[in-house]
């Protein structure tokens, strides 16, 4: 494998995808980020098991195929600390080379056999949205969610969809934030179920890596997992287990009922002026 990459590039790809893999494991590959590079294109993987990510690296010119280990710690240092503008990485062997125009790295290279598969998108049937408004869900949402509690359905946000409109809904039990917009099935896309509650560690992760805000992004839902693709990454993730609260409960259902229509930034000011 022999790669030549702009380096500044790769830090941001690599810190994206490295926040999946855990920092103790009783897999220590998993550990690491697994570098594959093929078909003129090099792709940066991590997992857990319950959320994995693959994540093509922009600026990287491909002499040789192949694949390698990535050390999560000491690799992500040799990025940041380097003043380098480019790097050339090569597997020879048992290691892996880091060369740069005034600095050269030598690390072990683990077998890359032993990292686990990690899911590719190859759903004909999904739904599909714009990237700028599904990340723009994930903000007004995922603050209210709440990851300490022990009822593990309030650290995720709850997905429902109805002709064409995809509610999200977050709450910790004492607040809670809900915003929909349009999502348009593909096919005969898999229907949300009751217990369709998305990780809010999953979803910081897919606001962190999605960076094309004007692409349209796909999403295949699954028995227990859910799977997202953009034009450079996918994401996998477990769905989170447990009842979630019922919440179209706390919204008055009353005829007849007022809404005000206010602007935004005079009432946000009133607020937090109101709170000294």
Same mark, same amino acid.
């Given at each position: ?15 994206? =995808?490295?926040? =999946? ?7 220590? %590959? ?13 792709? &940066? ?7 994995? %990510?693959?994540?093509? +690296? ?8 192949? #694949?390698?280990?990535?050390?999560? #710690? ?8 380097? @003043? ?9 062997? !048992? ?57 593990? #359905? &309030? ?10 409109? &995809? ?22 896309? @898999? ?5 369709? %509650? ?5 979803? !910081? ?12 992004? !796909? ?20 769905? &989170? ?8 409960? =706390? ?23 109101? +709170?000294?």
């Amino acid at each position: 494998m022999k790669i030549t990459c702009n380096r500044e590039q790769l830090l941001h790809s690599f810190q994206a =995808v490295a926040a =999946v893999a855990p920092s103790r494991s009783p897999k220590p %590959i998993l550990q690491n980020v697994k570098l594959e590079v093929a078909d003129g294109a090099a792709t &940066l993987l991590a997992t857990d098991l319950e959320v994995a %990510i693959r994540h093509q +690296a922009p600026g990287v010119e491909v002499e040789a195929p192949g #694949a390698a280990i990535l050390p999560t #710690a000491r690799f992500a240092s040799i990025l940041r600390e380097s @003043s380098d503008e480019t790097f050339r990485l090569e597997v020879d062997g !048992q290691h892996l080379r880091v060369l740069g125009e005034r600095s050269q790295f030598n690390l072990t290279a683990e077998n890359p056999a032993e990292f686990p598969s990690v899911a590719t998108f190859d759903e004909q049937a999904y739904y599909e949205t714009s990237a700028r408004w599904l990340k723009e869900l994930i903000r007004r949402t995922i603050f209210a969610t709440d990851n300490e509690s022990s009822r593990y #359905a &309030l650290g995720g946000v709850k997905m429902e969809w109805d002709d064409g409109k &995809l509610s999200a809904v977050g709450t910790d039990g004492r607040r809670l934030a809900k915003m929909e917009g349009p999502l348009q099935a593909v096919g005969e896309a @898999s229907p949300f179920g009751d217990s369709t %509650i998305v990780p809010s560690r999953s979803l !910081q992760l897919i606001d962190r890596v999605i960076n094309e805000d004007d692409a349209e992004v !796909q999403l295949a839902v699954r028995q227990n997992e859910v799977l997202l693709k953009s034009p450079r990454s996918v994401i996998y993730t477990r769905l &989170l287990e447990g009842r979630f609260p019922r919440w179209r409960d =706390v919204f008055p259902q009353r005829t007849g009922s007022v809404k005000i229509e206010l602007p935004v930034a005079p009432f946000y000011a009133a607020v937090r002026q109101a +709170a000294i």
